[in-house]
């Protein structure tokens, strides 16, 4: 069995108190409430993961934001990839991390980029952009409609930080071949994914461009 792991980094803005989340965004960049998150993001079983619809991985890191205590770690955290939805062309990328302020209250962040074909080329802002909501409590997805919601905005992967995250995947346990043969079959269900995703667009493209019907 091995497993693959990367590491990520999403930066951007919340306000206290908000719900929306761009105007949570807009407000906390005012104001200089920043949150961010660094994460290495564990597949324990590449096999399982890929086999799974949920596609669950373990998220390990920490939350840093000066409003809600400065450097806080993760306690818990869960990631889902591409994750189907009622639409066959929008699946999300999920994010629940369980912490606690400097106080010890306990949070959750919990947050979602919605990944889907539109208008434009917009697989970049799409992977990159996650909605966020920081939540009062240790809270599950049962238990997300009814909790308070402590602060909401929205965090993004910088083309910097993305370009360093593209150095950080690793495979561990087995052989060598083992550790090659998880890397491979990972990214071939993250690219195989982006291109149902997004490939009819460009597919669409090519044939206005070659004056195909």
């Known amino acids: 069995m091995s497993t693959v792991e990367f590491t990520e980094e999403m930066k951007g803005y919340v306000t206290l108190g908000e719900t929306d989340f761009q105007k949570g965004f807009d407000q906390g960049k005012r104001h200089g409430t920043f949150l961010m998150f660094h994460l290495t993001i564990v597949a324990d079983d590449v096999d399982a993961f890929v086999d799974d619809p949920r596609r669950e991985a373990a998220a390990r890191g920490w939350v840093r934001c000066d409003a809600l205590g400065g450097k806080l770690a993760v306690e818990e955290g869960i990631f889902n990839l591409f994750v189907?939805?009622?639409?066959?062309?929008?699946?999300?990328?999920?994010?629940?991390?369980?912490?606690?302020?400097?106080?010890?209250?306990?949070?959750?962040?919990?947050?979602?980029?919605?990944?889907?074909?539109?208008?434009?080329?917009?697989?970049?802002?799409?992977?990159?952009?996650?909605?966020?909501?920081?939540?009062?409590?240790?809270?599950?997805?049962?238990?997300?409609?009814?909790?308070?919601?402590?602060?909401a905005g929205i965090i993004r992967i910088r083309p910097l930080d993305?370009?360093?995250?593209?150095?950080?995947?690793?495979?561990?346990?087995?052989?060598?071949?083992?550790?090659?043969?998880?890397?491979?079959?990972?990214?071939?269900?993250?690219?195989?994914?982006?291109?149902?995703?997004?490939?009819?667009?460009?597919?669409?493209?090519?044939?206005?461009?070659?004056?195909?019907?």
Do not use: C, N
Request: glycine share 12%.
């Open 84 to 151: 189907d939805t009622d639409d066959p062309a929008l699946k999300h990328m999920l994010y629940r991390l369980y912490f606690a302020d400097g106080s010890g209250h306990p949070l959750t962040l919990s947050g979602f980029k919605l990944v889907k074909d539109g208008r434009g080329f917009d697989l970049w802002p799409d992977t990159s952009t996650l909605y966020t909501r920081v939540l009062a409590g240790h809270v599950d997805a049962e238990g997300e409609p009814s909790a308070e919601v402590t602060a």
């Open 162 to 213: 993305f370009a360093r995250q593209l150095t950080t995947f690793r495979s561990r346990g087995g052989s060598l071949r083992d550790r090659a043969r998880a890397l491979v079959k990972f990214g071939r269900l993250f690219l195989g994914d982006l291109w149902r995703i997004y490939g009819g667009r460009a597919r669409r493209s090519a044939d206005a461009s070659a004056g195909v019907e």
